[in-house]
């Protein structure tokens, strides 16, 4: 498998594209390359050789769900559970680039999905869309909600 590539696949949140290129995804998505995408990841160990989690903000990182964060290195990261259906997918790579299947600001066209990704990953349940993940910022001292 080819990191490079762009993959639409059921994520844990909604149908998303996930690639290794942050910037072809920037180009499919027609967002500006200078804005952050956010980055899955397989565990608390491929977490901690991209970032430093604030020690006051630990807790709150290891026991969260589905939800964001960006850290003070300005770089965001959400960690999949083993539980979880993209589970399997993610571990293969252990790090990708994931955004939402769609134009930047829209809902979700399974015709635009289809058509700018490089590999359709199909599950048994498949592509449906569900709530985004929440988004906190982190600081050396505060935790503000984003979304």
Same mark, same amino acid.
Not at 69 to 95: A, M
């Given at each position: 498998? $080819?990191?490079?590539?762009?993959?639409?696949?059921?994520?844990?949140?909604?149908?998303?594209?996930?690639?290794?290129? $942050? =910037?072809? +995804?920037?180009?499919?998505?027609? &967002?500006?390359?200078?804005?952050?995408? +956010?980055?899955?990841?397989?565990?608390?160990?491929?977490?901690?050789?991209?970032? &430093?989690?604030?020690?006051?903000? !630990?807790?709150?990182?290891?026991?969260?769900?589905?939800?964001?964060?960006?850290?003070?290195?300005?770089?965001?990261? !959400?960690?999949?559970?083993?539980? %979880?259906?993209?589970?399997?997918?993610?571990?293969?790579?252990?790090? +990708?680039?994931?955004?939402?299947?769609?134009?930047?600001?829209?809902?979700?066209?399974?015709?635009?999905?289809?058509? %700018?990704?490089?590999?359709?990953?199909?599950?048994? =349940?498949?592509?449906?869309?569900?709530?985004?993940?929440?988004?906190?910022? +982190?600081? &050396?001292?505060?935790?503000?909600?984003? !979304?």
């Amino acid at each position: 498998m $080819d990191s490079k590539l762009i993959y639409l696949v059921q994520t844990d949140t909604t149908v998303g594209f996930s690639s290794a290129n $942050d =910037e072809k +995804l920037s180009t499919v998505k027609r &967002r500006p390359k200078l804005q952050k995408i +956010l980055q899955t990841v397989d565990s608390f160990k491929t977490l901690k050789e991209n970032t &430093r989690i604030p020690k006051i903000h !630990r807790k709150k990182v290891r026991n969260s769900k589905k939800t964001t964060f960006i850290y003070p290195n300005q770089k965001s990261f !959400r960690i999949i559970p083993k539980d %979880n259906e993209f589970y399997p997918f993610i571990h293969k790579f252990k790090n +990708l680039y994931s955004t939402s299947a769609n134009h930047t600001k829209k809902s979700f066209e399974e015709d635009f999905a289809l058509a %700018n990704s490089d590999v359709i990953v199909y599950t048994k =349940e498949g592509f449906h869309e569900k709530n985004s993940s929440s988004i906190y910022k +982190l600081n &050396r001292k505060k935790l503000r909600k984003i !979304r």
